[in-house]
């Protein structure tokens, strides 16, 4: 079944698929989309394309693949081509850097960071694809983490902290 999307959804999708997967070509990201469920024309998604920035770099093979450009001005490049940093390995060092704590309750897990760094914290939390992990809400120091077991907060939580020892995440 397919479902009609918003611009933003569908380029949001595809941002989505050319991180985790090295996309060849339009057909071979078309086919992905389809699978998805989202029906696009050639043009729409050459124009997303455009839009969202993406380029064509050489991956270790020496394939070209398309990839979009890191956060916040980052030079890491978002795609699997074998030489960029991996969402976990992010995650695990900006942790490191900027949580200052992390205290749960039930689902909730509330991260403390320096002022102005939860918004970036927050999206490597969402990045790194921990499937413990429902999603985030990000204020200027503070992120609402929610857990998918009512009671997951704790193990979040205790994840999290985890990272800033350089200890591996249980998720």
């Given at each position: 079944?397919?479902?009609?999307?918003?611009?933003?959804?569908?380029?949001?999708?595809?941002i989505d698929l050319l991180t985790r997967h090295p996309v060849h070509s339009q057909g071979e990201l078309a086919k992905l989309l389809q699978d998805a469920g989202v029906d696009v024309t050639q043009a729409t998604?050459?124009?997303?394309?455009?839009?969202?920035g993406a380029v064509k770099l050489r991956a270790d093979d020496g394939s070209l693949i398309y990839a979009v450009p890191g956060e916040g001005?980052?030079?890491?490049?978002?795609?699997?081509t074998g030489g960029a940093e991996t969402f976990a390995g992010r995650l695990s060092?900006?942790?490191?850097?900027?949580?200052?704590?992390?205290?749960?309750?039930?689902?909730?897990?509330?991260?403390?960071?320096?002022?102005g760094a939860a918004?970036?914290?927050?999206?490597?939390?969402?990045?790194?694809?921990?499937?413990?992990?429902?999603?985030?809400?990000?204020?200027?120091d503070s992120i609402l983490v929610i857990a998918?077991?009512?009671?997951?907060?704790?193990?979040?939580?205790?994840?999290?902290?985890?990272?800033?020892?350089?200890?591996?995440?249980?998720?």
């Open positions: 079944m397919t479902t009609p999307m918003t611009k933003t959804a569908r380029q949001s999708r595809v998604l050459s124009r997303d394309l455009v839009e969202i001005g980052e030079r890491i490049r978002r795609a699997r060092r900006i942790a490191a850097e900027l949580l200052v704590s992390a205290e749960a309750s039930a689902n909730l897990v509330i991260v403390r960071t320096p002022p918004q970036y914290l927050a999206s490597a939390i969402d990045h790194a694809e921990w499937s413990t992990i429902l999603g985030t809400v990000a204020g200027d998918r077991d009512p009671n997951g907060g704790e193990d979040v939580a205790e994840s999290l902290i985890g990272l800033t020892a350089g200890r591996e995440r249980r998720s």
